[in-house]
């Protein structure tokens, strides 16, 4: 494996198919990212274009992270939050390829999620997973602390509800 670089996306034919590919793959593997199995590959490229669209606004931040010319994983940064919210961040939408997992390609991305968040005046990180099979054991290493779980929530890709598990990490000085 090369030097994974993180980094942001913007639009283009390429970096749209590539997510588009990331996005089917977590899909088919059971990654519960709010889409169902199987997704086609037109409704993925669709999602993408507008995530990017909205990216391209300032209202979220998409990272991917490269190990040279293939895109391994990507995480978003909502910033488009309410007026009385804007010391807070979400992250959504964390995806590792299927054989870069267990590689430290979501930790390196989540931290690059967190400075970013930091760095625009950010002071809480808030975010979801699935509570079978999602990231919940990467998220408590990486200091999330978890507020709650919320049973049925959701359909897991291939059928079946799962319950989400919602965490919180303070990032810098709260606003008083």
């Known amino acids: 494996m090369n030097a994974i670089e993180i980094g942001p996306l913007a639009a283009s034919t390429g970096t749209?198919?590539?997510?588009?590919?990331?996005?089917?793959?977590?899909?088919?593997?059971?990654?519960?990212?709010?889409?169902?199995?199987?997704?086609?590959?037109?409704?993925?490229?669709?999602?993408?274009?507008?995530?990017?669209?909205?990216?391209?606004?300032?209202?979220?931040?998409?990272?991917?992270?490269?190990?040279?010319?293939?895109l391994v994983g990507t995480v978003t940064l909502l910033l488009d939050c309410p007026p009385n919210q804007p010391h807070r961040a979400e992250i959504a939408k964390l995806m590792t390829s299927v054989e870069y997992r267990g590689r430290g390609v979501g930790t390196r991305l989540m931290r690059a999620a967190e400075r970013?968040?930091?760095?625009?005046?950010?002071?809480?990180?808030?975010?979801?997973?699935?509570?079978?099979?999602?990231?919940?054991?990467?998220?408590?290493?990486?200091?999330?602390?978890?507020?709650?779980?919320?049973?049925?929530?959701?359909?897991?890709?291939?059928?079946?509800?799962?319950?989400t598990l919602i965490y919180w990490k303070r990032i810098g000085t709260a606003l008083r």
């Open 16 to 70: 749209l198919a590539v997510l588009a590919d990331l996005l089917v793959e977590t899909v088919a593997a059971g990654g519960s990212v709010s889409f169902m199995h199987p997704l086609a590959l037109e409704a993925a490229s669709a999602f993408w274009e507008k995530s990017l669209t909205s990216a391209a606004k300032g209202e979220r931040m998409v990272l991917g992270a490269w190990d040279g010319k293939a």
């Open 116 to 163: 970013l968040a930091a760095e625009k005046g950010r002071t809480l990180l808030v975010l979801d997973t699935a509570t079978e099979e999602g990231a919940s054991g990467l998220y408590e290493t990486l200091g999330f602390t978890l507020a709650g779980e919320i049973p049925d929530y959701a359909l897991k890709p291939h059928g079946g509800l799962t319950g």
